[in-house]
Nanobody, 117 residues
Framework: VQLQASGGGLVQTGESLRLSCAASGFISRINVMGWFRQAPGKQRELVASITRSGRSTYADFVKGRFTISSNNAENTIYLQSNSLEPEDTAVYYC????????????WGRGTLVTVSS
């Protein structure tokens, strides 16, 4: 499984970005897809995830601002990020799990989101 993330960039506080992550390869192995992020000097943290059936979960710090969605026909997930804040500045990593577990098995290259104040 290969994951290709895109959509990062530089925005101002309050603006929006949409991140995309396209999966290829043995798609049938994938159970959950989602996004982690890592800010400079901080640990990687889970942002949001979505199951094959469309059930989504969010970290408290993005609830109400970010929306994760999927297009199963295109094997792609999206993270619509609204009302961005400087604290959202980080490298965002797409991931996918395999089988019944929740541990990320596959990772995409990060995409940088920078929010200026």
């Amino acid at each position: 499984v290969q994951l290709q993330a895109s959509g990062g960039g530089l925005v101002q506080t309050g603006e929006s970005l949409r991140l995309s992550c396209a999966a290829s390869g043995f798609i049938s192995r994938i159970n959950v897809m989602g996004w982690f992020r890592q800010a400079p000097g901080k640990q990687r943290e889970l942002v949001a995830s979505i199951t094959r059936s469309g059930r989504s979960t969010y970290a408290d710090f993005v609830k109400g601002r970010f929306t994760i969605s999927s297009n199963n026909a295109e094997n792609t997930i999206y993270l619509q990020s609204n009302s961005l804040e400087p604290e959202d500045t980080a490298v965002y990593y797409c991931y996918a799990t395999e089988g019944p577990g929740q541990t990320p098995r596959y990772w995409g290259r990060g995409t940088l989101v920078t929010v200026s104040s």
